[in-house]
Structures are given as C-alpha cells and as structure tokens.
C-alpha cells in the first residue's frame, strides 16, 4: 500500500514459485513478519547412545510454519535469513526457545529429561558482535547451564577462521561446547578441525551407504579415528536403517542421530515420549553428569 502503488511492491508467494530470485526476495520479506507473527517453532530429534539405545541429548531444528505453504524446511529459508541478516535475530530466537523447552523438561521429567542440548548456528550468526551475549543471556534466562548447552558450527568458504576462532574461544568461555556440523562434506574441514576450537564432530549422512546398507564403513571409521586423536567427542547423522546403526556401533561409535532412532518431532510429542516411552524403548541416559 502507499504512494509508490504497483511500482515496487513486496511479491508475495503464490503456489509455484519457487527457487527464482523473486521468489527469494519474496520469502525475506515474508520471514520478517513470520519472526513477529511466531510462526517459527522448533522439532526435537534424539541423539542417542548406539550401545543401548538411550537418548543422550536433543538437536533443535526450526521450523517455519507458513499461512499458505504449509511447513517450509530450514534448507529454503536459512539461506534466505543468512543473506538478508535475518538470522540473527531468527537464530537468537531458535536459541532462547530451545534453552527454555529444555528447562521445561527437567522441571517436568527431571531425570528422564536428555541431558543435553544442540542448538545450530550460522556462521553469519558466530560473526555478529552480539552473539556471545545473546547466548549468555539465554542461558541466564531459563537457567539452562552451560555445560550443557552444544553449539553446533557448519564449515563454511564464508568463516573467516580468525574471527571465528576468537569467537568460539569467548562461547568456550562461557562453558558453552562447540561442535562442528556436517563434518567432512566442506573443503576446509581439517584446516577447522586444526584452527577452531571444538569439543564434537557431527560426521556428515553423505558418509553412510544410502539405502541403509551398513557393511561399508571405511570412511566413517577413518573420520573416528581422526575424532579421538583429536580428542573429539564424534556423532554419526543420518542414521536410518539398523544395519547403519550396527555398523557404527561395531567400528566404535558411540552416538547417533537418524530417522531410524526417531525423526525431529515438535517440543510436546518429544516430551510425550520422554514421559511414556514405547513398549521396549529405553530411557534416557547422561553423557554429561547430572
Ligand atoms: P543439520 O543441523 O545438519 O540437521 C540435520 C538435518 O538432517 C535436519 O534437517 C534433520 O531433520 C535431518 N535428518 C535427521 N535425521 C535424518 C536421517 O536419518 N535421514 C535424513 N535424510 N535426514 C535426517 P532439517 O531439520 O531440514 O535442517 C536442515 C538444516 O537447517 C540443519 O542441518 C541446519 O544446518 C539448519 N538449521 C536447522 N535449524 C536451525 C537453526 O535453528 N539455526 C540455524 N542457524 N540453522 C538451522
Ligand atoms: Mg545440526
Ligand atoms: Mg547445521
Ligand atoms: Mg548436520
């Protein structure tokens, strides 16, 4: 609306528009109001222990629940957010509202709670003066305690490690972990393993067999290797079939994520889990003293 009429008017979505610039910009304009208008929630996925099944901690992913198209994966818009700045406040937002839910379930499923939390970051977050702060202040608001809050860092031609490592080193400070995302799929990754300070692979789903056959695992087991020389806790993702999971159990990982355990599910389903879990589905274990 306004003086300028139809010369330069925000486009709005319509079905099958998709992947253009227009599109795009479309979408910026929409994820501002989407951030006001709390159409953004967070999905819960299990990271558990291979040797019992038990969930040992839980990633928080954002979803965006759109008016006309329905749910809109992260991989569309965080892009979008990542171009536009938006995701410094989106990002900042993911992070106090994961930090409260997990609150939540200790107040409410104390010892059956997961005793850890993950919570993605951008690297166009990490480089945003504020962000040491803006985790500080989550973690102060829902007396979430920093051990056990795990950022996790996606390798990027865009970090300027130098920065990035003064910046992890501050979160460090914190008592925050740090673990690197998508582990092995970037170009940098050793250069990030050897410059960045880091507590956590999370070995990329490229490096499991797709189809779920779980015999070949040369390349997950030389990335193991790595991890423990490194002194790195590590996490296999993508984890679909039980051949996978018994793969990386025998060739001696220890944590994983993946459809097969369970897929990410909104806060209240993940929380109906933890208070009644399946007929044969165990408990929660603790990686991180309680
Ligand atoms: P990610 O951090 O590597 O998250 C894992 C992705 O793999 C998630 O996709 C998850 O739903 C999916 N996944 C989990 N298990 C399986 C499996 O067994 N098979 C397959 N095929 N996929 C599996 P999702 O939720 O679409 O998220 C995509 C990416 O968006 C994330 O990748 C992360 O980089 C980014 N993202 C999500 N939430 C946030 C956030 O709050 N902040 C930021 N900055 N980025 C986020
Ligand atoms: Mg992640
Ligand atoms: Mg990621
Ligand atoms: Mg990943």
Redesign the pocket.
């Known amino acids: 609306a306004g003086k300028h009429g139809g010369g330069s008017r925000v486009q709005r979505y319509r079905p099958g528009m998709s992947g253009t610039v227009a599109g795009s910009a479309a979408l910026g304009a929409e994820l501002q109001q989407a951030i006001a208008g709390q159409q953004m929630f967070?999905?819960y996925?299990p990271i558990v222990s291979l040797a019992d099944g038990r969930t040992a901690g839980v990633?928080?992913?954002?979803?965006w629940s759109h008016p006309a198209r329905g749910t809109v994966?992260?991989?569309e818009f965080?892009p979008v957010a990542e171009r536009t700045g938006l995701?410094v406040a989106?990002?900042g937002w993911?992070?106090h509202e994961a930090c409260r839910q997990f609150a939540a379930w200790w107040q409410e499923h104390g010892a059956a709670a997961p005793a850890e939390l993950n919570?993605?970051?951008?690297p166009r977050?990490l480089s945003d003066a504020g962000f040491v702060d803006q985790v500080a202040a989550a973690l102060a608001d829902t007396g979430v305690p920093a051990h056990r809050l795990t950022l996790?860092i996606?390798e990027s031609a865009a970090v300027d490690v130098a920065e990035a490592a003064a910046q992890l080193r501050a979160l460090r400070g914190l008592g925050v972990r740090i673990a690197l995302?998508?582990f092995g799929t970037g170009q940098s990754s050793l250069t990030l393993l050897h410059e960045l300070p880091v507590d956590q692979l999370?070995l990329d789903?490229s490096f499991l067999r797709p189809g779920g056959a779980g015999a070949e695992v040369s390349m997950p087991a030389a990335v193991l290797a790595l991890a423990h020389a490194a002194h790195l806790e590590i996490v296999a993702?993508?984890?679909?079939t039980a051949e996978q999971a018994a793969a990386l159990a025998r060739c001696g990982y220890r944590w994983a994520?993946?459809?097969?355990f369970a897929?990410?599910a909104p806060a209240d389903e993940f929380g109906r889990r933890l208070a009644r879990p399946a007929p044969g589905e165990p408990a929660v274990t603790a990686r991180v003293p309680r």
Do not use: C, Y
């Open positions: 967070l999905e996925q990633e928080a992913l954002i979803r994966s992260p991989a965080i995701i989106l990002g993911a992070l919570v993605n970051v951008s977050q996790e996606t995302d998508d999370k789903r993702e993508g984890v679909e994520q993946g459809f097969h897929r990410p």
